[in-house]
Structures are given as C-alpha cells and as structure tokens.
C-alpha cells in the first residue's frame, strides 16, 4: 500500500475512533450530571426546605395574631339542694331542671402602639435570613457532589496504575528469575524483584480499599455508586484576582446575606422590646343566650399597661440588646470568614497549578530515567534494584499528579462556593429548581385553611420535587 492510499485510511480511521470516543464519552456520568444528581436526592436540602415553610408559618402566625379571636363556648348545668340553709327551711333533695347557656364571644387587640406588626416584620426577616441558609446548603451540598466526583474519579485512576505497576513488576520477576536460572543475576535480584512485587500488592489494595470509601461516599452524596465517570471537565470562568472575588462574594454570598438580615430583624426585636412599656387597647363583644333568660348582647372595650413587672420588661430590653449587638458582630465576623474563604481558594488553585506542572515535569524524567534503567539493566550495567526503584519514582509521580488534578479541580468550586455562585441557576445545570417564596406566598397571609386551592398547588409542587 502506497503512502496515498494509506492517508485517506488513516483519516477514516481517525475519524471512526473520533465517534466512537464521542459515543462513550456521551453515555459516561459527567461532573454536571452528579450535581443534578445531588440536588434531587439531598436529604439535606429537603430538611432545610421544611426548615424553611415553618419560618414562613411564623410570619402566618404573626399576621394572625392581628386579627380578631372569636370563640364559642357552652354550659350546661344541674343542681340539686341536700342540705337545707337558715334562709331555706325545705330542701327537696330533688335534681332542678337542665339548664344550658351558649355564648359567641369576639376578641380583638385595636391598637398595642405597632407591637404587632413589629413582630411580623421579625419573622419576615427570618425567614429572608432562612432563605439564605438554605442556599448555603444549597452550596454545601454541590461542593460535597463536585468533591465526592473528583475522589471516586482520582481512586479509580490510582488502582489502575497501581495494578499496571504489579503486572510490569510481575514480569520484571518472571525476568529476574529466568536470568537466574541461567545464572545472570544472583538470588538477591530476585527476592528483591518478590519483595517489590509484595509491596506493590500492598499498594494495590489500598487503593482498592480507599476506591471503595470512595465509591460509598459518592453513593451517599449522589444517590448511587459511579459506574463510568468522564474526564474532569474544564476550569469554570473565575475572576482573575482577588479583589474582584471578594467584591462578588461580599454582594452575593448567602452567609453575608443571612447575616444581614438576621441584623436587621435583631434591630426590629429592640424596638419592639421597647414597645412594652406602652399600653394595650382591646375590644371584646359577646353574643350569650342563657336558658329561658332572652339572648345577651356585650360590647367591651379596655386599655391596660403593665406599670410592675418585677424587672422582666427592662431584662427583655436589655436582652434585646445584647441579641442586637450580637448580631452585628455576626455580619463582621461573616465577612472575615467570607474574605477568607476567598483568599484560601485562590492559593489552593495557584499551588496545585504550581505541583502539577512540577509533577508533569518530574513524570518526563522518571519515564526517561525508567527507560535507561530498563536498557542498562540487560545491558548488565544496573541491578534489578535500580529497574525497581526507577519504576516505583514514576509510578509515586503519577500517583501525585492524580491528587493533585483532583484537588484543583475541587478548588475551582470551593472559589464559586467562596464567592457565593455554586448555585445551579449559576451552574446553569438546566433543571427545575426549589422556589423558596412559592409557600410563602400561599401562606403569608395566614389563609383560614390550607385546603386553599393555591395552597393546594404549592404543597403539590413541593411534594413533587
């Protein structure tokens, strides 16, 4: 075959291997298939989801308790004299008549000087702040996914090159025993060719055992055990210093927003702490109708203030205080940690960056120096010990680049999580995603029942998902 008819072979070939690869690559689990994994079946997620619906229940509660209370109640009563008085002389013994009364009774605070309202614009602050937390789980549990991917993906590459290291060894012994049968080597060469083999055995099954940690982990994260993982995908678009970073993770990070807004609902419990010295003007009317007595109408209405209250008035100010100025100290503090966060992601990325090209220098040497071993050790000019060796600084170099890959591709997200984007509306993974305000708009306003056809559609949707 001419050089011209080999080419568009050649090319054919290629081409052939080139779809074959796209094939196998399109039915391996990517890194973004896991992600969308993770986020449907956490366990996590759904606790601090329902977390979530109680808080928004506290601001129903809230906006309840600015409404009117009306009640129903009903007595019945029988009555029997067993012992005559000084006013009564006769005493029948004899039960009196069944007698009944009902009564409809409505109760309602007119005005307690925005006690409230500041109360329901507590709740609305928590739950903004649980709103928050929630998407700090949110990104907890992708970083563990993108963590748990990287490890199983990192393992797996590890037993595979420790088992080609105990198959080359193998036959490096089948070698040293063969040159020894016909008396080119000595007896040490092959023990130390057995004991190499030995050690690579060892070797070999804890990176079985450490694919199998590797494997439950993923399971526990993923929802089931990885099968066939593709490659590690690209690094995801990072800002390029900093500065930039940090600006970002300040304006966006979920523990800076909940932080905020746990402040703020802290500024609000002061002054509501503040508002109980103030009076309290309430209205009650009642409806009664007692037996044979005609139907009783009253109309209440009453102000009242608690002048003494052995000190626990100016302990809740105080105490407001204190939650007041622990909150703020809180943001500070979220703020150092969020900064920090940043910062330790950036000099992870620069130092694997820094030990994989040094690794994939160090791995070019030690395949050349393998390489000369091998050749001067049939050459008479080294010992099987120096063949062993060689082959254990490659292999470790390998080993290391395998690590190293892994943790700087788990980096790149821990700089997303640290600036606030390891989201899946960032991500853009391309599935529905849980609606924190769905419930909390059905809800708000303290609906009557929660057979509310809206209601109804919401806890629908949430059981769903």
């Known amino acids: 075959m001419t050089r011209r008819q080999f080419k568009p072979l050649l090319l054919a070939t290629v081409a052939g291997l080139g779809v074959l690869a796209g094939t196998i690559s399109a039915s391996a689990e990517t890194l973004a298939d896991a992600l969308v994994s993770a986020y449907k079946v956490s366990h996590l997620l759904e606790q601090n989801r329902a977390t979530l619906r109680a808080a928004d229940e506290d601001v129903a509660g809230a906006v ?24 009564t002389r006769s005493c029948t013994g004899q039960w009196s008549d069944l007698s009944a009364a009902m009564a409809l009774t409505w109760q309602w605070t007119l005005f307690d000087f925005g006690r409230g309202s500041l109360a329901v614009g507590i709740q609305k602050e928590t739950v903004l702040a649980t709103r928050a937390a929630l998407l700090s789980t949110e990104q907890d549990v992708l970083l563990s996914a ?26 490096q012994l089948k070698a040293a025993q063969d040159r020894f049968d016909v008396g080119e080597v000595t007896k040490t060469d092959v023990s130390q060719a057995e004991a190499s083999l030995a050690g690579a055995k060892a070797s070999l099954a804890a990176a079985q055992g450490q694919y199998k940690a590797a494997r439950e982990a993923y399971k526990a994260v993923i929802g089931h055990y990885p099968e066939r993982l593709a490659a590690l995908p690209k690094a995801p678009k990072l800002p390029k210093t900093t500065d930039e970073a940090n600006l970002t993770a300040l304006r966006l990070h979920p523990a800076i927003t909940q932080a905020q807004h746990l402040v703020s609902a802290a500024d609000i419990g002061v002054q509501l702490a503040h508002a109980q010295h103030l009076p309290t003007v309430t209205g009650e009317a009642q409806l009664s109708d007692p037996q044979d007595q005609g139907a009783q109408s009253t109309l209440t209405l009453s102000i009242g203030q608690t002048i003494y209250s052995g000190g626990a008035i100016a302990s809740a100010n105080r105490k407001a205080v204190a939650n007041r100025d622990k909150a703020r100290a809180g943001l500070s503090e979220a703020g150092v940690e969020v900064a920090q966060g940043v910062a330790n992601a950036f000099a992870a990325i620069d130092v694997y960056r820094a030990q994989i090209r040094a690794y994939d220098e160090q791995i070019q040497a030690a395949d050349l120096a393998y390489q000369g071993v091998k050749e001067e050790a049939t050459l008479g000019a080294r010992t099987t010990l120096d063949v062993l060796n060689s082959e254990q600084d490659l292999l470790d170099a390998k080993a290391s680049r395998i690590s190293a890959e892994a943790s700087l591709q788990v980096a790149y997200y821990q700089l997303l999580s640290a600036m606030g984007l390891l989201t899946v509306e960032n991500l853009k993974l391309g599935i529905p995603t849980y609606d924190p305000a769905a419930y909390y708009n059905a809800v708000q306003n303290a609906p009557l029942s929660d057979q509310g056809k809206a209601l109804d559609r919401v806890l629908r949707a949430i059981g769903k998902n």
């Open 64 to 87: 309840a308790d600015l409404r009117p209370v009306v009640t129903w109640g009903a007595e019945f009563t029988k009555s029997r004299c067993t012992m005559p008085s000084s006013f």
């Open 146 to 171: 993108v963590k748990a991917y990287a490890d199983a993906k990192a393992t797996a590459e590890q037993v595979a090159i420790t088992e080609n290291s105990v198959r080359v060894i193998s036959e």
